[in-house]
């Protein structure tokens, strides 16, 4: 479960404020997988980022009592100069795994086969994003955490296989993903919230989210 209680989150952009969140109150409850509609530049990345404590609120409190992943695609953590495969055993070693099958299975499922062994800091954006898939999917969370403007791969194999595993987990765990399009959440959620005004407005469905969004959008 994520709980935000009463949170603001705002950003001085140097002529106004800029609100994220505003005294927002809501759960995230597990089981039930939920996606955030909001447009570009209204606070997703910032968000999601609170719920992984990436970020601070400016008040309130986030409450966090299950797994919850880092967000995926986040590279924080990862070292450029070390390959994948020292990155992996390290981060095995941060949670508790075991760093021999963490790196077997992120070498199976990122296939970036001899640049698994060079430094990550060598790598294309396509390859640190498979890199930093495979090293969410290798770790078990009750919550994964995604956010859209996440640096995606076009690898298609990679996409499908990494997307297999993914919907396979989302069995028994819940995602949150934030989005600018409801299509991006519509494979994996079934509740939804609107970003607006500082409030995160949540709905049972996702068609209901939609037409609240659609309307927003629509009067822009
Ligand atoms: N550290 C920061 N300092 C100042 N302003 C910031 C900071 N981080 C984000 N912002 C501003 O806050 C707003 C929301 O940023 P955020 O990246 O969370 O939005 P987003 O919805 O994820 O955007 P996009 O869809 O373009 O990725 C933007 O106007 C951004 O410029």
Redesign the pocket.
Known sequence: MIEFRNVSKS???GERR?V?LDRASFRVELGNSLGIL?P????????INMMAGLEKPDEGDILRRSRISFPLGFMGGIVGRLTAMENARYIARLYGKDPDYLEAFCRWVCGLEEYFDMPVGTYSAGMRARFSFSLLLALDFDIYLI?E?MPATTDAAFNKKAGHILRERLKTATVVI?S?QASTLEKFCRSAAVLKDGQLIMFDTLEEAKELYDYEAQSA
């Open positions: 950003y001085w952009t800029k994220i909001a570009n530049g209204t606070g997703k990345t910032t968000l956010d403007g934030v600018h």
